[in-house]
């Protein structure tokens, strides 16, 4: 046989009646079924009794909603042949409840006696009004058989006289049992008691027990325990199964699927528990036993939390070594009736912290404070210290305690997405490690532990992306085309939560739709500005956040550090903050370190080549690079790859603008700025401390070219046309070609233009291909070479894209 036990929301609305029928009705063997009153009517009689006691006469509407709720619902779902019956022991029940009310509306008083008769009338109208809605169900009264026994204010289950009353009631069963759950008698009086909060549970659980049920089964409103709080977390999902241990740490914590002190009965018999959603019955639900298959690579099983937590600290040397400071701690606090969910204790036993709920919180001081007065007068422990709305994590699995390193694996992950963790506990079973955090910090922990545990089923980057010219709108364009191929192959889902343009900007936590971001942006509200970009990203706190910066805006480049220092990694094609003063850079660099973040630039020297990780590899396996020669420029290479004799230098130079090339201001690029730029990059990435300052100039195009408007520069750069025509003819007939050179040697860094002959590396370089010649200890004599396309929007933006799945670290 079996228990079948149904909450209040399962027997809350003729729909959810209605399955619990087909559920009952489908069973092969005997069952018996408890179920709890119709949903919300424990409160509603606790409310009416509370208003009736208080003399005010507004309790009889609220009992009319009481009864027109109970005689409709026997209208809409209790068989035709038994409804006359089933309404009449209700219309009883409900006059019962009436002159009880009316009593308490008379005398005003409202005694622990009288409510436990009231709150007992819902479980005994829904159990009677079931039997007549599932076809051969009879009905036993719990009263006569769970016993309970008086202690202080609380019923206590008298197991013995319960369990030999059990056995009498069921030694035949009939195919549907049908049992009120939560409502009881006491043992010498008689009269009606309950067994408090999850008392439908107990029941179910003190009846598979005793009986030896093959299995119990509670039917929710929810699927089962989920990974975590589906409300949060977005791709959560329902755990197959847990041990007992697993359930319990997860319901002590926050998962109200079960109520951990009523399981108890069934955790002794080993019986098996099923929890399964009464409106998906053909749903696997979760299966809860003493031992369970379970999935070796997922060291947890699930994460729960209490976001009603204050944080209680005893602190003072008088606490070292003295014996009993912690029983009297646990001593006052329950007698004060303040129940204790979290104990943290330093080694050195001067500090103990202890969570409550944040209603507890001063009652818990005051008690404390009264207890240890005399030690506070002297010195010996400090004023109790409070720190309230915070929130408490557990993550909990029986695997842990078969995995090295997991709670190192847990603090790490929570460190590098800037969550402070306040005070942490770890029992010696090593199935539970939980922690306290701000409430601010509860989303971005449940989120970044979930994906960082394989508890999703692909790893998340949250990115945000400014600028959506050429190269930001290929990188948009990568990610979506790619985007799917990565979350089936390599488990990385990229999602996009953030766009900005120099005038606004969009948001959204569950990501922008990549199919009209454009309309989006030009739609939104947000006047975009670096520094708001920066707060928003800052004030959503998603983990695992990535910044892109596609522009080559200083300002943008400014908020670097801020994003960094908020645990924000930084992928950038913008050359500035790399290039600017050498502090700036060290400071960065530094940062991310010290955060845990990544802060990466690869394509600020070859676009997608990978140069700068070459060189991190160099040093990193203790190499030392010794000199650095390089073209650089895809602009400049292909504006001097296409002159000729009919493409002059000034044609060449629009030529470049109109491939996409060069800057929409061509001075930019032949100010040879932006190589010298990659220069200081590159010398830094070698280890060297070089300023923009350091580097000699030996530039092609006189300084009054580059004064003035861009139109004047226009009319003035042909008549440079005649002198470049001969003396590439020179350079032609001697077998040579122009190329502008960065190089770096012995501490010396210089740009500029040089002509070179076949034999050079650099002679054959085509259109706006780059190659850089790197000379180490160890590549001396024959140069590592790095060669490859160095510009154009599509191969930048692959090497940002290529620089944000780094951080992902898959392979």
């Not at 300084?703 to 350079?731: C, H, M, P």
Request: proline share 3%; net charge negative; aromatic share 8%.
């Amino acid at each position: 046989m079996k228990v079948l036990k149904f909450g209040g929301t399962s027997v809350g609305s003729p729909e959810t009646i209605l399955n619990v029928k087909k559920i009952v009705e489908s069973q092969s063997e005997p069952v018996i079924v408890v179920v709890s009153a119709l949903g919300g009517v424990t409160d509603q009689l606790l409310r009416t009794a509370r208003t009736a006691a208080s003399g005010d006469s507004s309790y009889m509407e609220q009992y009319s909603v009481i009864v027109d709720r109970h005689r409709c619902m026997v209208d809409a779902v209790v068989m035709p042949d038994k409804k006359e019956a089933v309404a009449v022991k209700v219309n009883e029940l409900l006059d019962e409840l009436g002159n009880i009310l009316k009593g308490i509306y008379l005398i005003k008083d409202l005694s622990p006696k009288t409510t436990d008769a009231i709150v007992s009338y819902g479980e005994g109208m829904s159990s009677i009004l079931m039997t007549g809605v599932i076809e051969g169900a009879e009905w036993f009264d719990a009263r006569k058989f769970i016993k309970t026994t008086s202690h202080f204010t609380k019923h206590i289950v008298d197991m013995e006289l319960t369990r030999s009353l059990i056995g009498e009631t069921f030694k035949s069963l009939p195919k549907v049992a049908l049992v009120p759950g939560f409502i009881s008698s006491d043992k010498n009086t008689g009269e009606v008691t309950n067994l408090g909060r999850g008392g439908s549970d107990y029941t179910a659980a003190i009846l598979a027990a005793r009986l030896h049920a093959t299995q119990l089964e509670i039917w929710t409103d929810v699927d089962g325990f989920m990974t975590a709080d589906p409300r949060v977390i977005n791709n959560a999902y329902t755990i197959e199964s847990l041990t007992f241990v697993e359930a319990m740490e997860l319901s002590n914590f926050g998962a109200k699927v079960i109520y951990p002190p009523t399981i108890f009965p069934v955790f002794h018999a080993n019986i098996p528990i099923l929890i399964k959603n009464t409106m998906n019955p053909d749903g696997p639900g979760t299966y809860i036993a003493r031992e369970v298959e379970s999935d070796q690579r997922k060291a947890i099983k699930g994460i729960s939390s209490i976001n009603d937590t204050c944080l209680i600290t005893v602190m003072g040397l008088g606490m070292v070594g003295v014996i009993g400071v912690n029983y009297r701690i646990f001593k006052v606090l329950a007698k004060a009736g303040i129940s204790v969910f979290f104990v943290s204790q330093a080694s050195s036993e001067n500090t103990t912290s202890i969570g409550v709920k944040n209603d507890d919180a001063d009652m818990a001081i005051q008690v404390l404070e009264e207890e240890f007065a005399s030690e506070i007068k002297l010195g010996e422990i400090n004023q109790m210290k409070k720190e309230c709305n915070l929130a408490t994590v557990a993550i909990v699995g029986e695997n842990m305690k078969r995995t090295p390193g997991m709670a190192g694996k847990l603090f790490g992950t929570l460190g590098r997405n800037g969550i402070n963790v306040i005070a942490c506990a770890q029992g010696a079973s090593e199935t539970n490690i939980s922690f306290v955090i701000t409430l601010e910090s509860l989303r971005k922990a449940l989120n970044v532990i979930h994906d960082s545990f394989f508890l999703s089923d692909y790893q998340v980057l949250n990115v945000f992306v400014a600028g959506v010219g050429l190269v930001g709108s290929n990188l948009l364009g990568q990610i979506h085309k790619q985007k799917e191929k990565l979350q089936n192959t390599n488990s990385l889902k990229i999602n996009i939560v953030g766009i900005t343009n120099s005038k606004k900007f969009i948001t959204c936590r569950e990501g922008i739709d990549m199919n009209n971001y454009k309309e989006l942006l030009a739609a939104s509200e947000h006047i975009s500005t670096p520094e708001s970009f920066r707060d928003e990203i800052i004030g959503m706190n998603i983990f695992n956040s990535v910044f892109v910066d596609c522009t080559a805006s200083p300002q943008v480049a400014s908020i670097y550090k801020d994003l960094l220092q908020h645990n924000v990694s930084v992928v950038t094609a913008n050359k500035v903050a790399a290039s600017s003063e050498y502090a700036l850079y060290s400071d960065l660099k530094n940062i991310s370190r010290k955060r845990g973040v990544k802060f990466l630039f690869e394509t600020n020297v070859g676009a997608g080549l990978p140069i700068i990780n070459t060189i991190g590899d160099l040093i990193n396996s203790g190499d030392h690079i010794l000199k650095i020669e390089a073209v650089v420029s895809g602009t400049l290479n292909y504006i001097f790859n296409v002159m000729s004799e009919e493409v002059p230098l000034s044609r060449a130079i629009r030529m470049a603008m109109d491939a996409g090339y060069a800057e929409p201001d061509p001075r930019i690029d032949l100010s040879g700025m932006d190589v010298l730029r990659k220069l200081v990059i590159l010398s830094r990435e070698a280890g060297y401390k070089l300023e923009q300052e350091d580097v000699k100039k030996n530039l092609f195009v006189p300084q009054e070219y580059f004064d003035g408007s861009i139109e004047d520069f226009w009319t003035n750069v042909t008549k440079l046309d005649t002198q470049f025509e001969a003396r590439r003819k020179e350079l032609e007939a001697e077998g040579k070609r122009l190329r502008f050179v960065a190089r770096f040697e012995e501490g010396q860094a210089e740009i500029g233009l040089q002509e070179v002959d076949a034999n050079s590396p650099f002679y054959h370089l085509e259109g706006s291909n780059n190659v850089i010649l790197l000379t180490t200890e160890r590549y001396n004599e024959y140069p590592l070479q790095i060669k490859g396309y160095g510009a154009g929007a599509s191969v930048t933006a692959a090497g940002v894209f290529a620089d944000m799945i780094s951080i992902a670290n898959i392979r």
